[in-house]
């Protein structure tokens, strides 16, 4: 069984630059998440997508950042326009999500440096 | 809001031996699950071991087993005969079994070297 898969693995842009990561999660998984994981730390939520509704989105600072996931499979995180503290790995995860518990499956991520 | 701590920035083990990484926990929740993963250098985040807090039996999966305590709200993994390829950052996680929740909470990790 394929995994959760993310692209590119590795972005490098210049501040105010837009950027898009992709993540295609594992099959049949109704759940989405995308984590923040800036150096050193712990990965954080941005957004939770239920099948392709976004269930919690409070902690996506939503002046620059934006998210999709059409027909609730593949996802799109945006960036526009990049600054210098957006540096970091951005993780998507994928879920099974039944009752009130799941566990979450990661992919290998998308390191972003912003210049 | 729920917190977790792990208090070893950095362990070491030589190979074959045995190492136990801490993890404290706080919520005022009585449901919830706890969760380790491992992170290698390649990032991917892999689940190691998954425990029910409900569940008074400790979670093993072959070498690694936890050590839960509910009231201490702790929450300690366990690797035995450690192997080279054991090195990695290992996280803590916490979720919370409200409907209306779902993403993980993470400890900010500890950084495991296996000595040959």
């Known amino acids: 069984e394929a995994g959760v898969v993310q692209s590119p693995r590795y972005k490098i842009i210049e501040k105010k630059q837009p950027v898009a990561f992709w993540c295609n999660p594992i099959?049949?998984?109704?759940?989405l998440y995308w984590y923040l994981q800036n150096l050193g730390q712990g990965p954080e939520l941005l957004i939770r997508?239920?099948?392709?509704?976004?269930?919690?989105d409070s902690q996506l600072p939503k002046d620059r950042f934006s998210a999709e996931r059409l027909k609730g499979v593949d996802s799109t995180l945006k960036i526009q326009p990049a600054e210098l503290g957006d540096s970091a790995v951005y993780l998507c995860?994928?879920?099974?999500?039944?009752?009130?518990?799941?566990?979450?499956?990661f992919g290998p991520g998308t390191r972003l440096t912003v210049l | 809001a729920q917190t977790v701590t792990q208090s070893q920035p950095e362990m070491s083990v030589q190979e074959a031996e045995t190492v136990t990484l801490s993890c404290t926990y706080d919520?005022?929740?009585?449901?919830?699950?706890l969760f380790w993963y491992k992170q290698p250098p390649s990032r991917q985040m892999i689940l190691v071991i998954r425990?029910?807090?409900?569940?008074?039996q400790n979670a093993t999966e072959n070498r690694f087993s936890v050590n839960f305590q509910k009231a201490a709200k702790s929450f300690s993994l366990k690797i035995s005969d450690s192997q080279l390829g054991d090195a990695a950052m290992y996280f803590c996680?916490?979720?919370?079994?409200?409907?209306?929740?779902?993403?993980?909470?993470f400890g900010k990790g500890t950084k495991l070297s296996v000595k040959p």
């Open positions: 997508y239920e099948n392709e509704e976004a269930v919690d």
């Open positions: 099959s049949g998984h109704n759940t």
């Open positions: 996680a916490y979720r919370s079994a409200k409907g209306s929740q779902g993403n993980l909470i």
């Open positions: 425990q029910e807090a409900y569940k008074q």
């Open positions: 995860a994928s879920s099974l999500r039944t009752g009130n518990t799941d566990t979450q499956y």
């Open positions: 919520t005022s929740e009585s449901d919830y699950y």
